[in-house]
């Protein structure tokens, strides 16, 4: 609770009033009960007057009224503070998120932080705007009633915890059942989540290669087994759920009888045995309204530590250096890396210097990308170091890091929204005239100025708008406002055509003037000219040097260079072929 009340901020106060006016309405409900009982007191000892009762409707309403409105008020209350703190929340984690390795973010999986941004923390609101302001209060009213009637009639203070044992036994198995399947259930959640996102942005490729029918079943066997789980869950816990919703409240179990054959002994008094029962009655309400509540524990309680996981999970070292350096030469120093216990890049050297262009090259698998994103550090190195200007590139500030390294995907992300929108992820303030150079240097403004909206066109869900070429090219325009020192090239040219590769290639020689370049193609041919040439062969840089010497020392280069030709050849043949078709 308390962890998760550090998220408030300003609405903590919000939730402690929205606790302090429920705290005052309980008691006030239970008020009719009391002042029921003393008039029927009056009309057993002395005929009541109708002015008793006349006076007594009216308190009840007034309690009543009383009631509805500080309750009400209270609960607006803790709405407004479980939402502002649901807000915070998901600020937090998004920002936490950020910190953390981005590849381990990219192999949780859409689905577990679509399931951890919504569910768990929604789930939150539950806690904030009802458990704590209403459960604490219904909680206690039960306690202060039944002091009173050990205070009245010890007797019947004992008879009145006859409902006990019901809740106590009824919450104990619920509660290890619902412990001991929680993580269970939350995995299947978490899977059942997976599975949508994934069959829906699948759902074009399931459809190229008609596995319509095998991708459902994969996808309803998911959704098959929630619904089993769920429904045994349910039923292995309803009987005790019953218990204590039926056994609970019945507060009048024992004193209703037993008190009845005390009066006939004349061991009790009408008054008091009146009395009783209705204080017994008036536990009723805040009871059910407290036993709602327990189902939910085990579930909050699973869900706040699996959040408390998530927010302290260890973010990527980074430490507080946010001067810029003087030099952007990128350097691996014996670097060795692995995908947990899988070793990807095995003591890896090379330079990158200030104003030149290095391209790793390598058979797939080699490990040409994982060593690229180890550059804009989304994991920590294993062993040995990265370094910019000679320093490890973990003492660098994130933001500053970042603020140094523009990084072009095969396949970059694009966000919902318009052209000018994503392109100004690249610079906040970009103004219209940067983004047009950008976008001419990048070859995309031609086909952005010829769609209906030019750059206030809307991209769709991950740019589905536009086509794979088109999203490479704004990404490209999108680095090159960003303007970093570092320029991360992975197949940044991958999707373009042969209209288009050449403008394409022009632009990036302009964003690459004067900075530090790395990149990797597949496409040997564009590489060629780069300075440095490092061949990675199963994650060792096994050569490096310019194209020329390559061609004369590495058999391996050799080898590629002649099949990224025999690839370039058979392409140009498809093409030639479907033109003449
Ligand atoms: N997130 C990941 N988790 C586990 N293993 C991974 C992950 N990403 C890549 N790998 C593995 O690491 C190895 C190197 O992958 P990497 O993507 O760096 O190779 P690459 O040389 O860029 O390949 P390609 O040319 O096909 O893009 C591969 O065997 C790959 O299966």
Redesign the pocket.
Known sequence: MASILKYAGKYRRHIFTALALISISVPIGVVPYFLISGLIGKYISEAAAMADVVRTSALILICFTAKYILYGEGLNLSHEGAFGTLYNMRVKLADELMHQPL?EVA?GGTGKYKKSFVEEIGRIELMLAHMLPEGIPNLVMPFIVLAVIFVTDWRMGLLSLASLPFGIIGMGIMMKSGMKKMPLYYESGAKLNNAVVEYVSGMEVIKIFGQTTSSFKKYSDTVENYKVFTLDWFRESWRSMSLVYAGMPCTVLLTLPVGAIMYYNGTLDLNTWIFVLMLDLSMSGPLTRVINFFPMFPQVDYTVKQLEALYSAEDVHSGNISELPESYDVEFKNVTFA?KD?D?LKNVSFKAEQGKKTALV?E???????AARLTVHYWDVSDGSITIDGRDIREYTFDTLMSMTAYVAQDNFLFRGTIADNLRMGKKDATMDEMIAAAKAAACHDFISKLPHGYDTEVGVLGGKLSGGERQRITIARAILKNAPIIILDEATAYTDAENEELITNALNELTKGRTVIMIA?RLWTIADADNIVVLESGRASANGTHDELMESSSIYRRLWQMSLEAGNWNIAVKEDSENV
Do not use: F
């Open positions: 590849g192999d995908y899988r990807v390598g797939s698998g080699s490990g040409k990308s994982t597949h």
